[in-house]
């Protein structure tokens, strides 16, 4: 077990928040309810938004950027997306500041530089973009419209945690213009997908893939699907969401197309993103008691080579063959840290790297020379191997391989043993206190007795799953008539 963090087992809550500080991702800023994101967090969050980028630029999309500011009389013109943000809004009222006439050391807001119009600091970007949509579209020759844009946006939270809820954090918004319905939906579909196929193939954690109910939908779409995770205290967290927007904010927009008819028709939208969060997701996901584990497609060093020398002349030895290493694996595509610096001893460097999820780790001295060997440690197995430095650079490509599989198959069968199915009242209770996890359950459809149920148990429905078959039931609740099971859990 790492020294001074506290167990999993113990306190999840504090587990999480001593690791992301220690393992230098983290910390929070002079700013209420902001972070600052450290090197090693932001190179992973590079990492995600590079492959990220990849799989949208694949799919046919391109980056743009548009204003943190909204003017608010854009923002309230879709009803619904207005009024499900209001109350987490940060508003700009003034423009300058001057100096206190008496106090000259203090700054005050000049009240004669209040703005005209009020602008609100974007919580989501779909008013600013469908107002500027509206001169882009005038013909279906103008559509589809496939934009992504890598932003900030704030949403000023009362309780905050480093990555899963801050005031302001990082993400990507996708917005797309559609001549049809069916091309949104479509496209509403292939974006979670893209989310998907990234989480269970980077990150290395699976999702279920589903549908929001009413309660829980994006406000001002008329669908929202979503991925949702489960991390190992048994809570969910929403790891991603693409919403069908319909034509609601073509329609507060008043954005038209002529179709090849000359018929002026609404434009249909998506809007989909990921955030910041994702971290918080990797490290609930695949970490423990000594540390950080990451899966090696996400961990910005994968290999760290430490050197075991006594005096100069061994570690000029040392440094020979351990900078060939270096080369040879970097040819492979792997990257590679060598930490030859003296300041530090091998056993900080192995608790430090432990602690910072490197995925493998060699150690060499100078018997390691005469033998022709290495030292390798797996970080998520905690187990050690001696390797030929002959067949090294194949066995690490090939371990990487390894633990990127078995750090999902491991997840996936903590997923399946926390996963319930109830049919009774009283035994969703128990399952929900007791053992956490999913919970699949019947449910008769109504946003009476979702409430009911989360007022009772804090348990919310996850989502509507996609591969979820027709069953006839009972609503665990109401006892009503129900024709599929749906996932509950306790959330982030």
């Given at each position: 077990m790492a020294k001074g963090l506290v167990k999993r087992s113990e306190d999840f809550s504090k587990w999480y928040n001593e690791l992301v500080v220690m393992a230098d991702l983290?910390?929070?800023?002079?700013?209420?309810?902001?972070?600052?994101?450290?090197?090693?967090?932001?190179?992973?969050?590079?990492?995600?938004?590079?492959?990220?980028?990849?799989?949208?630029?694949?799919?046919?999309?391109?980056?743009?950027?548009?204003?943190?500011?909204?003017?608010?009389?854009?923002?309230?013109?879709?009803?619904?997306?207005a009024e499900g943000f209001a109350k987490e809004c940060a508003v700009v009222t003034h423009y300058r500041l001057k100096t206190d006439p008496n106090n000259p050391t203090k700054l005050i807001v000049d009240p004669e530089a209040k703005l005209e119009e009020e602008l609100v600091v974007r919580p989501t970007s779909e008013a600013i973009i469908w107002n500027t949509y509206k001169g882009w579209i005038q013909s279906y020759r103008d559509?589809?419209?496939?934009?992504n844009q890598w932003a900030n946006v704030v949403r000023w939270e009362m309780r905050t945690r480093l990555f899963l809820?801050?005031?302001?954090?990082?993400?990507?918004?996708?917005?797309?213009?559609?001549?049809?319905?069916?091309?949104?939906?479509?496209?509403?579909?292939?974006?979670?997908?893209?989310?998907?196929?990234?989480?269970?193939?980077?990150?290395?954690?699976?999702?279920?893939?589903?549908y929001k109910t009413e309660n829980e939908r994006f406000a001002g779409a008329e669908d929202t699907y979503c991925i949702e995770a489960l991390m190992q205290d048994g809570k969910a967290l929403q790891a991603g969401t693409s919403h069908f927007l319909g034509q609601n904010f073509a329609k507060a927009f008043d954005v038209k197309f002529a179709d090849k008819e000359g018929k002026?028709?609404?434009?249909?939208?998506?809007?989909?993103?990921?955030?910041?969060?994702?971290?918080?997701?990797?490290?609930?996901?695949?970490?423990?008691?000594?540390?950080?584990?990451?899966?090696?497609?996400?961990?910005?060093?994968?290999?760290?080579?430490?050197?075991?020398?006594?005096?100069?002349?061994?570690?000029?030895?040392?440094?020979?063959?351990a900078f060939k290493i270096k080369e040879e694996l970097i040819a492979s595509g792997i990257s590679v840290k060598y930490d030859n610096d003296d300041n530090r001893k091998p056993?900080?460097?192995?608790?430090?790297?432990?602690?910072?999820?490197?995925?493998?780790?060699?150690a060499i001295g100078q018997r390691d020379i005469e033998n022709g060997t290495?030292?390798?440690?797996?970080?998520?197995?905690?187990?050690?191997?001696?390797?030929?430095?002959?067949?090294?650079?194949?066995?690490?490509?090939?371990?990487?391989?390894?633990?990127?599989?078995?750090?999902?198959?491991?997840?996936?069968?903590?997923?399946?043993?926390?996963?319930?199915?109830?049919?009774?009242?009283?035994?969703?209770?128990?399952?929900?206190?007791?053992?956490?996890?999913?919970?699949?359950?019947?449910?008769?459809?109504?946003?009476?007795?979702?409430?009911?149920?989360?007022?009772?148990?804090?348990?919310?429905?996850?989502?509507?799953?996609?591969?979820?078959?027709?069953?006839?039931?009972?609503c665990v609740f109401s006892g009503n008539p129900s024709k599929r099971r749906v996932l509950f859990a306790k959330a982030y």
């Open positions: 983290a910390e929070n800023s002079g700013v209420r309810g902001c972070m600052v994101i450290k090197p090693y967090g932001y190179a992973i969050w590079e990492k995600m938004q590079a492959q990220l980028d990849k799989m949208f630029k694949e799919t046919g999309h391109q980056n743009a950027y548009f204003p943190l500011f909204v003017p608010k009389s854009l923002f309230e013109a879709e009803e619904k997306n559509l589809p419209i496939l934009i809820r801050t005031a302001e954090f990082l993400w990507q918004e996708g917005h797309t213009a559609h001549e049809t319905k069916q091309e949104a939906l479509e496209e509403t579909a292939r974006m979670l997908d893209v989310y998907a196929t990234f989480t269970k193939d980077y990150m290395a954690m699976p999702v279920v893939k589903g002026q028709e609404y434009v249909w939208a998506t809007s989909w993103g990921v955030s910041t969060r994702l971290i918080g997701a990797l490290i609930m996901c695949h970490s423990d008691d000594f540390g950080l584990v990451l899966p090696p497609k996400l961990a910005p060093i994968q290999v760290a080579i430490v050197p075991i020398y006594k005096g100069d002349e061994q570690l000029a030895q040392v440094n020979e063959v056993g900080w460097k192995f608790a430090e790297y432990e602690m910072k999820g490197v995925p493998a780790r060699i290495v030292e390798v440690a797996r970080r998520d197995t905690l187990t050690k191997e001696i390797v030929s430095r002959e067949n090294l650079t194949a066995y690490i490509v090939n371990l990487m391989e390894e633990i990127q599989i078995s750090l999902f198959n491991r997840n996936q069968e903590f997923v399946n043993e926390k996963t319930t199915f109830v049919d009774s009242w009283e035994a969703f209770q128990e399952t929900i206190k007791n053992k956490g996890g999913f919970v699949s359950a019947h449910w008769d459809g109504t946003s009476e007795t979702e409430l009911k149920i989360k007022e009772a148990t804090k348990a919310t429905i996850r989502c509507i799953p996609f591969d979820q078959e027709d069953e006839d039931g009972v």
